[in-house]
């Protein structure tokens, strides 16, 4: 009669211990890490505060007393900022232009970013690299170029004073063309993420693969949307080079177009010996603030979209 035979438990080898860094070295590193973002965060909250409050006082207190509060806060500044400074103006021509310009990037982004991510196909990592390639061309090597090109639109019958210079849809074309490259680089690592099992699921239950990506894919990857979403509004808001190349009206009877960052810098040059310090400080506020309004709402999002690539 035989037995089994069990081998004797054996204990487990002691693992030598690591030395642990002593804690006065993460007290160090925390102090100067923390002391860096104070910082960073008051070289970047400071100025935007003064130029706020700057847009409430006169010209006289702007000069005299630059860092004192306003002895009576002027927001008469603002409404002569907006209709005698053609801010009204420029900021519907920066509202149609970013309302083009970020809805056709985040469709054409999204889709591009999504068959790549999720097909493959002969040439898909070639036009994937071609996206990223597109991130390393700096923007000052395409400018003549593109002036050539856009004012070779404007020559097109019927529709070539629509997408010539100076036109809303040109630059929009631009605008989109230069964020692309970010947003497909930015959603395909996204879209890597999502589990397959659901988009399996869904194919199975009968889903076309416009209906997968619509009402499956896109809902999941909202966090990664928003995210490059700002990143696309707060990019396009700021643009000045592009719209100053491109928005040059070609005769005298051609509608400005103007964007507000354009648009601020010549109603400084045009206020010339004449400066109207508490409208321009004005303006500036109306320009920025938007912005941030946007970032305060959706920090959170932008925040989990961040990281959501590299928490799953």
Same mark, same amino acid.
């Given at each position: 009669m035989t037995q089994l035979v069990t081998a004797a438990p054996t204990a487990p080898e002691e693992q030598p211990e690591q030395a642990k860094p002593p804690r006065g070295q993460f007290g160090v590193v925390n102090f100067f890490s923390q002391g860096f973002l104070l910082l960073w965060a008051a070289m970047v909250v400071l100025p935007l505060l003064w130029a706020v409050m700057s847009s409430f006082k006169t010209d006289s207190e702007i000069l005299s007393s630059p860092w004192s509060l306003p002895a009576t806060p002027r927001f008469d500044n603002f409404a002569r900022a907006w209709s005698t400074g053609h801010i009204g103006t420029f900021f519907l021509n920066t509202v149609i232009v970013l309302a083009g310009g970020v809805t056709i990037t985040m469709v054409v982004g999204s889709m591009a970013a999504y068959v790549l991510a999720r097909y493959s196909f002969p040439g898909n990592r070639i036009i994937y690299y071609a996206f990223v390639a597109g991130l390393t061309l700096p923007i000052f090597l395409a400018l003549v170029p593109l002036f050539k090109i856009v004012g070779n639109l404007g020559n097109i019958p019927v529709i070539g004073p629509y997408l010539g210079l100076n036109s809303y849809a040109g630059l929009i074309l631009v605008y989109v063309a230069f964020s692309l490259p970010f947003t497909v680089f930015f959603l395909h690592s996204f879209f890597r993420t999502l589990p397959t099992e659901i988009a399996e699921a869904g194919l199975l239950d009968? &889903? @076309? $693969? *416009? *209906?997968?990506? &619509?009402?499956? #894919?896109? %809902? #999941? &990857?909202? %966090?990664g949307l928003i995210s490059i979403g700002i990143f696309n509004v707060i990019g396009q808001w700021n643009q000045y080079l592009l719209p100053l190349v491109l928005l040059q009206p070609q @005769? @005298?009877? =051609? *509608? =400005? $177009? @103007?964007?507000? &960052?354009?648009g601020l810098l010549n109603l400084a040059v045009a206020q010339g010996y004449k400066s109207d310090w508490s409208g321009l400080f004005a303006g500036m506020t109306i320009a920025m603030l938007p912005m941030l309004v946007v970032y305060v709402i959706f920090q959170r999002q932008v925040q989990a979209g961040l990281t959501a690539g590299t928490l799953k």
């Open positions: 009968g &889903a @076309s $693969h *416009t *209906t997968l990506f &619509a009402k499956v #894919m896109l %809902p #999941m &990857a909202r %966090p @005769s @005298s009877f =051609d *509608t =400005d $177009h @103007s964007v507000l &960052a354009e």
